[in-house]
Structures are given as C-alpha cells and as structure tokens.
C-alpha cells in the first residue's frame, strides 16, 4: 500500500508565495516520476508539473515561469514552489506518483489533495 501526503496548502493573498509538499510512504519497488496536479470547482483535473527520475520537469502552461517543481528522490518526496500566485490558480492540489509498488505493474498513485485559495 503506498499512500501520499500533501501539506503546504493555504490562503494567499495575490502575488504571494506557497510551497507545497509531499511525501509517498510504503513498498515503493520504483518511483519513475512525481507530480502536481490541480482542479478548480467545475473545471477538468489539469497539470501543474512533473519531475522523473532523471530530474526532468513538465509544467503546465499557466503556471512556467512562476512555479519550480523539485524533488528529494530517497524520501519519494516532490515539491511545488509557487510564486506570483493568481486568484485563477485557486484549486485543490493533488501530488501524483507513477510507480511500482508490487510486480510489474505500473501504476498512478494520488494524495487526498490540498487547498490553495489565492484571494485579497
């Protein structure tokens, strides 16, 4: 059983700052990428950012230049760096890890989620 945990979330005022945090616990077999997900009230789930193993990054479109993803690789922990922050970016964040726990299975692994609120 592998199960992540987000902390970090929170209310911001517009161009502040956030730093989100998570953690995977359990048999991890291999870990071949985290990542940053985000969902607004009734939009679809959307790509913050990813990291794999080597250290390469993704990021969604609305968020280049002003958020940093990074990763501690021997604690299975991902980070989420956020400046410049936007009412738009209001949404619940959700850590993703792809990996395999057990066999040959890879699979998607998902934290509960955390709330950011951007708002004066």
């Known amino acids: 059983q592998v199960q992540l945990v987000e902390s970090g979330g929170g209310l911001v005022q517009p161009g502040g700052s956030l730093r989100l945090s998570c953690v995977a616990s359990?048999?991890?077999?291999?870990?071949?990428?985290m990542g940053w997900y985000r969902q607004a009230p009734g939009k679809q789930r959307e790509l913050v950012a990813t990291?794999?193993?080597?250290?390469?990054?993704s990021y969604g479109d609305n968020v280049k230049d002003r958020f940093t993803i990074s990763k501690r690789s021997a604690e299975h922990a991902v980070y989420l760096q956020m400046n410049s922050l936007k009412p738009e970016d209001t949404a619940v964040y959700s850590c993703?890890?792809?990996?395999?726990?057990?066999?040959?299975?890879?699979?998607?692994?998902w934290g509960q989620g955390t709330q950011v609120t951007v708002s004066a």
């Open positions: 990291i794999n193993s080597n250290g390469v990054t």
């Open positions: 993703n890890m792809r990996g395999r726990t057990w066999g040959p299975a890879v699979n998607d692994y």
């Open positions: 359990g048999t991890i077999i291999a870990n071949y990428a």
